[in-house]
């Protein structure tokens, strides 16, 4: 049985389509791949890497990003985001991040993840929306 230990790595692979694009997103005005779907692959593979191992009704998420976008990827590349654990502090699991096209290095930095149950977390949010 696999346990949370730095060095594990998650990936995410993608096509880049029109719905991931800047412009299709508001995020720019041009059609290339968006920073924010890049973010969401560094946290997808996060993810990936470690929410398999948590127990029952636990699962991870984010809680800081610090990120640069490279390079520019124009529709129809492939990308793949890995995400490799470097530390654990408590319920804090670090990571280091990347993305990549067929031709470039398009993004790097970090990120770290809490460690939630979810129903307390439901029951929070429950209360919140209440207030």
Do not use: C, W
């Amino acid at each position: 049985m696999e346990v949370l230990t730095p060095g594990l790595v998650g990936e995410r692979t993608l096509i880049v389509e029109e719905r991931h694009t800047a412009s299709h997103l508001g995020s720019g005005g041009v059609a290339v791949y968006a920073t924010p779907m890049m973010i969401l692959a560094m946290e997808e593979a996060a993810v990936n890497a470690v929410d398999h191992l948590l127990g029952p009704g636990m699962v991870t998420v984010g809680y800081h990003l610090d990120v640069k976008h490279l390079a520019a990827t124009p529709q129809g590349m492939r990308v793949t985001a890995k995400a490799k654990l470097i530390r654990i502090d408590g319920k804090m699991l670090h990571f280091i991040v990347e993305a990549t096209d067929e031709v470039d290095r398009i993004g790097e930095g970090t990120h770290i993840r809490a460690i939630i149950d979810v129903e307390k977390f439901r029951a929070r949010m429950q209360a919140k929306t209440a207030h």
